[in-house]
């Protein structure tokens, strides 16, 4: 049974930093797309960053381009997600998901809150 685990969540001033992980044991890293979507009160998942199975190539949302980077160790099985100029509208729960295009697994979600 593959478990995604998220860290790094917590409380953060408006405008500070906040660096999330995602650990996964167990997986076959290599192959799959790395995701990191967020879930606000009221409001659907989106999808926030990606990043290609070898790191060459990323994708963000528009809403925080320039702000979050997204990053992945294939030897150590892990994803991150550097979150800088933090906004109030940026306070969700944040989940990593590893995906082959067609299925993949979900980690438990780490909150995220931006006070303003």
């Known amino acids: 049974q593959v478990r995604l685990v998220e860290s790094g969540g917590g409380l953060v001033q408006s405008g500070g930093p906040l660096r999330l992980s995602c650990a996964a044991p167990?997986?076959?890293?290599?192959?799959?797309?790395m995701r990191w979507h967020r879930q606000a009160p009221g409001k659907e998942r989106e999808l926030v960053a990606g990043i290609s199975t070898t790191g060459g190539s990323t994708q963000y949302a528009d809403s925080v381009k320039g702000r979050f980077t997204i990053s992945r160790d294939n030897a150590k099985n892990t994803a991150s997600l550097q979150m800088n100029n933090l906004k109030a509208e940026d306070t969700a729960v944040y989940f990593c998901?590893?995906?082959?295009?067609?299925?993949?697994?979900w980690g438990q979600g780490t909150q995220v809150t931006v006070s303003s």
């Open positions: 167990g997986l076959t890293f290599g192959n799959y797309v």
């Open positions: 998901n590893a995906w082959t295009g067609r299925s993949g697994y």
